[in-house]
Nanobody, 132 residues
Framework: QVQLVESGGGLVHPGGSLRLSCAASGFTLDYYSIGWFRQAPGKEREGVSCISYGDGNTYYTDAVKGRFTISRDNAKNMVYLQMDSLKPEDTAVYYC?????????????????????????WGQGTLVTVSE
């Protein structure tokens, strides 16, 4: 069974850190670009950070540059998102996704409708809440 399962979400104070994990099963991540997307209450889903297969090029949306770090461990079939200096506006459900055709940058640039229809695999999401 093909699955992406996110973990690591929770409640954190502003300025704090969380590390999200995405575990793949039923397929190998080696040949997939991986992305982290988020959907805040009342907003459309957006690409946060993506990493390409092969060259491992990374992309970050401007709002998280310098604070978030995406990484992958193909041997463990895992992808991570280290989130530091968290802000209340980072509150959202975070999803990981995988696709064989897109580069990381192209994957993150997809809008919500395009992502839903074109990206091959999606996880169920993990909630991150940044609040006092």
């Amino acid at each position: 069974q093909v699955q992406l399962v996110e973990s690591g979400g929770g409640l954190v104070h502003p300025g704090g850190s969380l590390r999200l994990s995405c575990a793949a099963s039923g397929f190998t991540l080696d040949y997939y670009s991986i992305g982290w997307f988020r959907q805040a209450p009342g907003k459309e889903r957006e690409g946060v950070s993506c990493i390409s297969y092969g060259d491992g090029n990374t992309y970050y949306t401007d709002a998280v540059k310098g604070r978030f770090t995406i990484s992958r461990d193909n041997a463990k079939n895992m992808v991570y998102l280290q989130m530091d200096s968290l802000k209340p506006e980072d509150t959202a459900v975070y999803y990981c996704a995988a696709d064989r055709l897109f580069t990381g940058q192209a994957m993150c640039a997809l809008n919500a409708w395009q992502g839903s229809s074109q990206i091959e695999y999606w996880g169920q999401g993990t909630l991150v809440t940044v609040s006092e």
